[in-house]
């Protein structure tokens, strides 16, 4: 059921068409947002909801490689490979870790996360991903 002239009903984005008419139908809202408990600004977070559920699917974006995502961080922080030895326990572990030599531990990964932000999900990645970047996963 929908509300009295509130437009055609929202329902799932199945192809190109429909993500492109639903971003047609969004951007009206943009120039002058809803009123919030209305029936327009329902529309409005339920459009923007079936729109990021297509380009999820559409256009997955990974996490980054763990090792890519510590050098990121480094270079954003100011950090250096010593500091990254003093978080993870050693200097020799910081390099093989840089170099893919070892693999990232759940201790490790936890305390990147906790001490310099790292988000987990870059962190830790299955087994097998994406080639040679699997070499920087986290052992279990």
Known sequence: MKP???GKTIRPLR???DYDAALRTIE????KEPKRGTAAADRFDLLALVIE???KKRWPIEPPDPVDAIRYRMETGSFTQADLGRVIG???RASDILARKRRITMQMAWKLHRQ???PAEALIRP???RGAAAAGRVDQ
């Open 15 to 17: 192809n190109e068409a």
């Open 53 to 55: 559920d297509y380009e």
């Open 4 to 6: 009295k002239g509130s």
């Open 28 to 31: 009206r809202y943009f120039e």
């Open 90 to 92: 050693s200097r020799q």
């Open 116 to 118: 310099w932000g790292i």
């Open 127 to 129: 087994p097998g991903r």
